[in-house]
């Protein structure tokens, strides 16, 4: 039987042209994922999350949301993000492609700006942007080049993340509490005091992003670029030997560690950090997992889930930032006024909110070309105005 390793060099075959409905898929996914994830931050300060709620059924819900979800669906956009850009590698002169993609990258992160400081500090759009712009100058490198180089700055990143860990076990120094008029502001604020408490904490909250996901964003994002090269999500049906492989190997024990992990999370204290890092060592294995989960789902046409994804996944960067207006509108003074609900409403006004949006996506894709934000930003990247209304 073949390993991953050679499983993988043979996907690199021809890529089919046209738009890849299992990447649409796989995008819609890493939405709900990425939602189910960043709703804790939303609902509570950044600062404090869910760590306060000790009910059983809280716990359980937050360390399901730990376990398979945080560190663990940002990689799988990041990566979907590097394919896409050797897509239009493969479509368009490489002086033509540059112009393009700085001005897409430039769209991109001022989104990004925008979004942090008006509806969400954990925003990510900044930090792909500017690891996007980086990692152009890496587009003539080979498929392997480009899998080593990931693999040893997700290494690095990971081995310093265990360090940290361990000095916390022995030095273990809590951090300050969010003070009460943060979560006042929060919770009763008009949207100008609740954006004017977002500005004030979104440089700093950028930094520790670009710390904590930084690394693995760009590492995904080279994986992406190596894997935009072949066909492995381009023709699924051919590598289904290649996802059970995965599975097989990687997901029992990205699970096992991940679960350790949580664990480690929810106790908190000093052991917080040790849980965030082993979290981080399995996020690739359960990354890989997931994608190998969701090819063979795709292959074997179980259910209309994955079809429901597939439209969200067309209007991606639409969503991401809808999901956000519409959850902090749920939870903040200005709006419907949840902040300070705990796990399990949070984990429910997540799928919630996902799939009313994914619904109101099929509308929109009936009438319109593109989401209204890829519309703009395409507009952006091709500096002249696109069509969006479909024909007739």
Known sequence: MPTIAQSLRASVRPRPDGRQPLVDALRGLALLGILLVNVEYI????????????????????????????????????????YGFTIQQSRTDDAVLRQRYRRRMLGLAGLGVVHGIVFFPGDILLIYGLIGWLAFALRTWSAGRLVRCAAWVYGVAAGLWLVVGLVDLVAYTPLPAPTQQVLTTLAAGTITQVVAQHAAVWAETQLVLLLIQGPAVFAFYLIGMAVGRGDLFAAPHRHVVLFRQVIRSLGLPALVVSIVGATATIIGGRLDAIGFALGFLAAPAMAGTYLALAGLIWVRRVGRVLDLARTAGRASLSVYLAESVVATTVSYGYGLGRFGAGPAEGVLWAIGIWLVLAVATRWWLGRFRNGPLEWALRTLTYATPQPLRRPG
């Open 43 to 82: 609902l509570q300060s950044v600062d404090l999350g869910w760590a306060g709620f000790d009910s059983p059924t809280d716990q359980i819900v937050r360390g399901l949301i730990v376990a398979l979800g945080q560190t663990k669906i940002f990689p799988i956009f990041a990566l979907l993000f590097g």
